[in-house]
Every structure is written in C-alpha cells, then in structure tokens.
C-alpha cells in the first residue's frame, strides 16, 4: 500500500537532530558533537499529516518476540533519573552536549505523553544560560562555545515547550545565517568546519524561526545537491561518500525548502531499503551493523520521499523492541548493550514514525511532534 505525495515539493519546512557517531571521526572540531539535534519546509504538512492519520500500515503486534511491548513508564524513568544523576559515567559523557541531551530526553517524553513531568520554567532558564549573549548561538552547556548544532537544540526544545517568545529571534537567527558561505554551504560554528549536516541544521533552525528570509536558499540548496552521489544518497561535501544519517540532513534540508525534487526517489530509496538486515535492524552504510539510532535516519528519510513502504516495518519494529532494558529502562544501539538517552530517543522516535499505538506522531523532516510543528507554522 504506497502513500504518495506526503512530502509534495510544494512547500519547505520540517525538523531535527542527528547522531553522535556518524562522521564526526575526521573532523576535531565536531569530535563531541552528536550531529544533529535534529528537525522546514519543503514537504507539505497537510500531506504528511493525512499520511500520519491515513496509513494503511499496520500497527506491530503488542507482544513482538522476547521484549513484549514498549516500556513506556520504565523509559520515561530512566530519562528523568539521567538528568538527576550529575557524577556517573553518562552524566560525565554528556556534560559538553547536554543541550542536546535535552532535546532528545524531553522530545522522547512528549512522544510517550510525559513531558508533564519536567518543570518547563527550570528547563528555560537553563537553556537561556547556555547562551553566548555575544554571537546569540547557544553552547552544549553553560559556558561552552556557541554551535549550530546546539542552538538547533535549544530551538527545538523551547519550540518543544511553547516558549519560542523566550528568544531574541532576530539575534539567534543571525547568529545562525551569519554562518553560511559564499557557496551556500554551513560552517558548524566560527572554525569553519563545513559538512552538510549543519546545512539541514540551519535551515531547520531558521525555518523554525520562520528567517529563512535571511540566507540565500538556493545557494544552500545548489550546494546540498552539489553533494549527491552516483547511488542517489549525500555526502557530508561534494564526493563525500553515502551514509544513512547524512542523507537524512539533506533530504531534510531539502524537503524544508521545497526542493525535494532534486532527489531521485526510486535510486535513494532503493539504497536506503537496502539497510535492512537479517535481524530487522537498518544500518547506516553497506557491511555495517545495525543500529537503532538508523531507525530514524533510514525511516525518516523514506518517508520524505514516499518509499518508506519499501522495508520490514514489523521486523524493524521488533528490533526495536529487543534493544530496550525493561528492568531499568532506556534502549540501547542493539541488543543487550548498555542503554543511553540518544538512543532511547530515536527507538521511540522511530516507532513514532511507524505510528506504534500510543505514541505521539513525529514530524520526520522538523524531528519535533507534528503537533509541535503544526502550532509553529499554523497558529505564528
Ligand atoms: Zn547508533
């Protein structure tokens, strides 16, 4: 049963936030950054809405092999305990990206319904404290130099929160279009590393913003598609080889600014379908390993080009469901290793995007819940 059209070419405008491990190897200065605190435009929002309501997917069965169904209550423990914990070896890992921490803990809750549980006023004086009142852009903790990636962040969680009226917009926005180059590519902060990744980043954040207005899109567009490959996927620069994640920041950024017709549906699509493994899991590139966090990269991008119908998504689903600590909650890369928040986002995040019951529906090109996203660009 295809669904066409969701992401029709009409309209630029989505979400979100990408992972820590890919890409980020060669490049120092991103070496702590998770990609993209991902999730515009470029597809329409009526259509994926009516995808959203319409599909004729059928929900996985509640009690899928070993794990049983999705530990709602135990996950959103777990990411309340994260944040209370301040001296053990997750708190320690997390300390210079905890912005980002933030938008995947507080996103994962809001999709399971629990964001009730967080004290929106102490979220919002602390996301403000990150702030470099110089630049405008936000840093991955007090004190910490500003970057694209986390003052993504700190827009999607305030978007998040309803409390967008708490930033000086115009500062932010500058602070972010002031970090595009002649050629229309990102820089991620004043160093200058430039990488697709913080093309989607930008043009999410200001899309949220709604300052779009204050860069050069097509430029930012002609140099994303400067960076397609011969087997339909992206790179992180022009030649850059293929990855799951990367192609998620591009379609993204693509499907933001309206552009989505510069992907070759079938081509990609046919290499991200081939992600799938054995074990239900995707990867993120051809002989690597499963990995939850590619549920939603791989699924995500499908759904932006109309080919999401093209996987397992009952297989997919299972592996998701394998990879959860049901004693203590919180879900790992794959299964029966040790859970972290980054990961617990994108498996609850990817059975969101399989519309797994329960859960709230979330916007595949904006990473925020479509209701979210709807209150931006629908009620300004
Ligand atoms: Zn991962």
Not at 141 to 159: C, E, K, R
Not at 236 to 252: N, T
Not at 315 to 329: A, H, P, T, V
Not at 334 to 344: G, K
Request: aromatic share 10%; hydrophobic share 40%; net charge negative.
């Amino acid at each position: 049963m295809t669904k066409k059209g969701q992401y029709g070419t009409q309209y630029p405008s989505f979400r979100f936030s990408p992972p820590q491990h890919w890409n980020h190897e060669n490049s120092p200065s991103s070496s702590a950054l998770p990609i993209f605190s991902l999730p515009c435009f470029p597809f329409s929002l009526i259509s994926l809405v009516r995808f959203l309501f319409t599909s004729e997917y059928e929900a996985p069965p509640a009690s899928p092999d070993r794990m049983g169904e999705l530990a709602v209550e135990k996950h959103a423990e777990y990411i309340l305990s994260v944040e209370k914990r301040k001296d053990d070896f997750e708190s320690l890992v997390m300390e210079h990206l905890r912005l980002n921490g933030a938008y995947w803990g507080l996103t994962t809750l809001d999709i399971m319904h629990k964001l009730a549980s967080v004290n929106p006023d102490e979220v919002v004086t602390w996301i403000l404290s990150c702030q470099d009142k110089e630049s405008g852009g936000f840093g991955g903790n007090v004190g910490h130099d500003p970057h694209v990636l986390y003052t993504l962040s700190a827009v999607q969680v305030l978007a998040l929160l309803d409390r967008l009226d708490a930033l000086d917009v115009n500062k932010v926005s500058d602070y972010v279009a002031g970090l595009q180059n002649e050629d229309g590519s990102f820089a991620g902060d004043i160093w200058g590393e430039i990488d697709t990744r913080f093309s989607y980043v930008a043009i999410c954040c200001l899309s949220l913003l709604h300052r779009l207005n204050k860069i050069n899109v097509e430029k930012a567009v002609d140099y994303i598609v400067s960076c397609k490959n011969l087997d339909g996927g992206f790179g992180s620069i022009p030649g850059g080889e293929s990855h799951a994640g990367q192609i998620f920041c591009c379609v993204g950024a693509l499907a933001i600014t309206g552009s989505l017709h510069h992907v070759d549906r079938d081509l990609l699509g046919w290499w991200l379908c081939e992600r799938q493994c054995k074990d239900g899991g995707l990867n993120g590139r051809p002989e690597k390993l499963t990995d939850v966090c590619y549920s939603w990269w791989v699924l995500s991008s499908l759904i932006m080009i109309d080919r999401v119908h093209w996987i397992d998504k009952n297989k997919l689903s299972k592996f998701i469901l394998n990879c959860q600590d049901l004693e203590k909650g919180g879900i790992s890369d794959r299964p029966d290793n040790a859970v972290d928040v980054f990961h617990t986002y994108f498996g609850v995040a990817g059975l969101s995007l399989m519309e797994y019951p329960g859960l709230k529906p979330i916007d595949p090109a904006y990473a925020l819940p479509v209701d979210v996203v709807n209150r931006i660009f629908f009620q300004k």
